[in-house]
């Protein structure tokens, strides 16, 4: 989250743009699926550290927390409509990016960010006024 961002659209639009970078950086770095490395990583720490548990949940709840922010400045603002349930609204943003990432490790280069993109598009175009 950036704070000096306004508005849900924007924020979409930022969090796809860093996806994009992030991809561009490990692939300079010889690493094609920057999914199946961070996919490695995360079960090598569940192997080995016993708080890795209670990490993956923090990061969760904070991610969770983030989208019923947005969602919430954004009825504040106008922006999307106000009768929706903003936490069912928020786990469905967070599980656009969570299941991309998760397809992600098995295909060739890492998630597909343009359908990520038509995803939260879409989703944003059935709540937006």
């Not at 690493?31 to 923090?58: G, Q, R």
């Not at 947005?70 to 349930?85: F, H, P, V």
């Not at 939260?120 to 175009?125: D, E, I, R, T, V």
Request: charge should be negative; charged fraction near 20%; include cysteine.
């Amino acid at each position: 989250s950036n704070d000096n961002i306004v508005g849900l659209w924007n924020h979409i639009e930022d969090f796809i743009q860093k996806r994009i970078e992030e991809q561009e950086d490990f692939s300079s770095s010889a690493i094609a699926n920057v999914n199946k490395a961070f996919f490695n990583i995360e079960c090598s720490a569940f192997s080995y550290s016993d708080k890795m548990a209670d990490f993956a949940l923090s990061w969760v709840e904070k991610e969770l927390a983030n989208w019923i922010k947005l969602l919430n400045d954004a009825i504040a603002a106008k922006e999307i409509k106000s009768d929706i349930d903003v936490v069912t609204y928020a786990h469905i943003f967070m599980n656009i990016f969570m299941g991309a990432s998760y397809i992600g490790v098995g295909l060739p280069n890492g998630y597909d960010i343009e359908n990520m993109r038509k995803q939260y598009c879409y989703l944003y175009s059935q709540i937006k006024i």
